[in-house]
């Protein structure tokens, strides 16, 4: 089995936050934001070793239960051309 890093995100609902809208990725964001966990649970990406960099996007409902719902994430993609992958 290739060696895998994890990330983590609780369910999050924010209270207040300011969008901004910028020009590129690089000034594009929010700030501020305040509120509350609604679930321990929440989303985890996944990243191994690959002869090719690619980026699945899958929701899973139940465990083992798991659905691919995209092939593409802009922001991923952005951040990896960013740092070289």
Same mark, same amino acid.
Request: charged residues 20%; hydrophobic residues 30%; glycine residues 18%.
């Given at each position: 089995? &290739? #060696?895998? &890093? @994890?990330?983590?995100? #609780? =369910? ?12 590129? #990725? *690089?000034?594009? =964001?929010? %700030?501020?934001?305040? =509120?509350?966990? @609604?679930? !321990? ?8 070793? &690959? ?6 996007? %899958? ?5 083992? *239960? $798991? @659905?691919? @719902?995209?092939?593409?994430? #802009?922001?991923? $993609?952005? &951040?990896? !051309? !960013?740092?070289? =992958?």
């Amino acid at each position: 089995m &290739a #060696p895998a &890093a @994890i990330g983590f995100c #609780p =369910g999050h609902i924010s209270g207040y936050f300011r969008r901004v809208d910028g020009d590129t #990725p *690089e000034n594009t =964001g929010s %700030c501020g934001g305040g =509120g509350i966990v @609604i679930d !321990k649970g929440g989303v985890y990406a996944t990243v191994t070793p &690959a002869d090719r960099t690619s980026v699945s996007v %899958c929701l899973e409902h139940r465990p083992g *239960e $798991e @659905i691919s @719902i995209g092939h593409t994430s #802009p922001p991923i $993609e952005y &951040a990896l !051309k !960013k740092l070289g =992958g």
